[in-house]
């Protein structure tokens, strides 16, 4: 193995580019502009007080249905997969209270995220949903709405402005209702 004197060193790291701790500079400096931009560019699931981002997705008749078409109406919109059980009591409660007129001024839609059909239309059926259940098949309205929890249900108004979030848990059907009568006093 043949032993490179110092001066010859430099010289080939001369010919190879850069000094090394400007490498480090611009790496530290890219990592800072990923750190300040990242808040800037993900979206998150909407606060309380933001409008809902407008989506449009197929039904399991196959329809498209867009979110902004509800507006004026007081909207319960929850995201569910079928191996989620919170999700699944979810979906009975809404229905239940869809069932009992609880909601006649309030429009329930359900998304299913898991990107199957068919699934989705069974867990529909077998629960008896009465209100349209949405099917987001490749996941964009999750990444919208950064989806890291299941269920995930919002109350929106009829501006379509998000007035109450419920996330992981069954949601709470008297709060839901309380809110619901609210925004029917507006």
């Known amino acids: 193995m ?9 010289l080939a790291r001369r010919q190879t580019g850069l000094p090394v701790w400007l490498h480090v500079v611009a790496l530290a400096i890219a990592v800072l502009a990923g750190i300040v931009a990242f808040p800037l560019v993900s979206h998150g699931a909407p606060d309380r ?20 078409e509800f507006r004026g109406d ?4 929850t995201f569910w997969a079928s191996w989620c059980g919170p999700c699944r009591e979810t979906l009975v409660e809404l229905g ?3 069932a009992g007129g609880s909601t006649d001024r ?22 008896g949903l009465g209100y ?3 099917l987001d098949t ?45 925004l029917q006093r507006q």
């Open 74 to 77: 007081i909207v319960v919109l």
């Open 96 to 98: 239940g209270m869809n």
């Open 49 to 68: 007080g933001a409008v809902a981002p407008d989506f449009a997705l197929k039904d399991l008749s196959g329809a498209n249905q867009r979110l902004s």
């Open 2 to 10: 043949e032993r490179i004197s110092r001066p010859e060193r430099r």
């Open 132 to 134: 349209p259940t949405l």
């Open 138 to 182: 490749d996941q964009t309205v999750g990444r919208l709405y950064d989806i890291s929890h299941l269920p995930l249900t919002l109350l929106l108004d009829r501006d379509g402005v998000v007035r109450e979030v419920w996330t992981r848990d069954r949601i709470s059907t008297a709060e839901l209702l309380a809110g619901i009568t609210e």
């Open 106 to 127: 309030a429009m329930l839609i359900s998304v299913n995220i898991e990107g199957d059909a068919e699934r989705a239309r069974s867990v529909a059926g077998s629960l």
